[in-house]
């Protein structure tokens, strides 16, 4: 196949290196895995740290939801409600769409 005269490679050393560290280091954690399951004592460790790392997650999320409630109903007081007033609507004011077409040119 030929190259055009203007083509220049770049080096992929670095990308390389990059996956193969990732490779590495997912090889890392699958082994410590493995370990901490062997070891009873981590095991029920890591599970206790785990548990408490979730329990504080669902504390903040509880926290700042109930602290968007609370400023959510000043905000709503403040705004109000927005209508239009001297407006009359009515069903009858509701045009069929029998044999139309959303292609149709609307000329309303």
């Given at each position: 196949m030929a190259d055009a005269t203007?083509?220049?490679?770049?080096?992929?050393?670095?990308?390389?290196?990059?996956?193969?560290?990732?490779?590495?280091?997912?090889?890392?954690?699958?082994?410590?895995?493995?370990?901490?399951?062997?070891?009873?004592?981590?095991?029920?460790?890591?599970?206790?740290v785990i548990i408490v790392i979730v329990i504080a997650i669902v504390v903040i999320i509880l926290i700042v939801s109930g602290l968007m409630l609370i400023m959510a109903v000043p905000i709503y007081m403040k705004k109000g409600e927005q209508y239009q007033d001297g407006v009359d609507y009515s069903i009858d004011d509701v045009k069929p769409v029998k044999e139309s077409s959303s292609e149709d040119k609307k000329n309303e």
């Amino acid at each position: 196949m030929a190259d055009a005269t203007n083509m220049k490679t770049a080096s992929t050393t670095k990308s390389g290196l990059g996956i193969l560290l990732l490779v590495v280091a997912a090889v890392a954690v699958i082994g410590l895995i493995v370990w901490a399951l062997t070891n009873p004592d981590i095991l029920a460790t890591t599970i206790n740290v785990i548990i408490v790392i979730v329990i504080a997650i669902v504390v903040i999320i509880l926290i700042v939801s109930g602290l968007m409630l609370i400023m959510a109903v000043p905000i709503y007081m403040k705004k109000g409600e927005q209508y239009q007033d001297g407006v009359d609507y009515s069903i009858d004011d509701v045009k069929p769409v029998k044999e139309s077409s959303s292609e149709d040119k609307k000329n309303e």
